[in-house]
């Protein structure tokens, strides 16, 4: 398996709401990423997980919140989102020793 | 602060014609990456630039680094439809830190 997935792929829900986006890589990569991309705009780095810690958060809102349960998968739970927090949402996994990050297809999310 | 910024920020090419996207990072950068983008979709690796002088190719697309100009070059040889999507470059401030460029949207047009 060489591939990140993501689920779901496309998410409505609104500002009351509490859902989670789930990310899954099987390449036994030990770095796990959350990337945000509002359209036409370049990714912003939101969480780094390594070898299952939290390694970088960078000042993303507490309605934010990551998980890392195990080596092979990543959560982001959501709770009362802004509609300013529509975007697309990227996972993506690295190895690390080849510099590398491999991103998974994304979820577009739309906050109502 | 590593910042990144590309130009063109939109290139319109005819097919067949040769061109060069720009990358230049504001501070050291260990390592220089090239992605791309099609619309609605995630990101493809297409390079990592490890040191200085380092090229590497790929079909039409050859990437280089020069890490005393701060700079690295995306060119385009005798583009093709295919090649039409948005390339973002991005430096790294550690290992995992990626500062990503505005991105260039490339069209190629018969």
């Known amino acids: 398996d060489t591939e990140v997935t993501q689920t779901p792929k496309h998410l409505v829900m609104g500002m009351t709401n509490k859902k989670s986006l789930k990310c899954e890589q099987h390449m036994g990569h030990r770095a796990m990423y959350w990337y945000k991309q509002k359209a036409k705009k370049p990714p912003e780095l939101m969480f780094v997980?390594?070898?299952?810690?939290?390694?970088i958060n960078e000042s993303v809102p507490s309605r934010f919140s990551p998980e890392c349960p195990n080596s092979s998968l990543l959560n982001l739970h959501l709770h009362a989102l802004q509609p300013e927090d529509s975007a697309l949402y990227l996972c993506a996994s690295s190895p690390r020793w080849t510099y590398e990050q491999y991103f998974g297809p994304g979820t577009r999310l739309t906050v109502t | 602060e590593l910042k990144v910024e590309q130009n063109p920020l939109f290139l319109s090419m005819q097919e067949g014609k040769n061109y060069t996207i720009y990358c230049n990072y504001s501070t050291t950068s260990d390592r220089l990456y090239w992605y791309r983008q099609d619309p609605g979709k995630s990101l493809e690796s297409l390079f990592v630039l490890l040191s200085n002088g380092a090229v590497k190719q790929e079909g039409r697309l050859m990437a280089s680094l020069d890490t005393k100009a701060r700079l690295s070059t995306l060119h385009i040889t005798a583009a093709v439809h295919d090649l039409s999507a948005t390339y973002f470059c991005a430096g790294s401030e550690d290992t995992d830190k990626l500062i990503f460029g505005t991105g260039t949207r490339l069209q190629v047009f018969p």
């Open positions: 997980y390594s070898y299952e810690k939290l390694s």
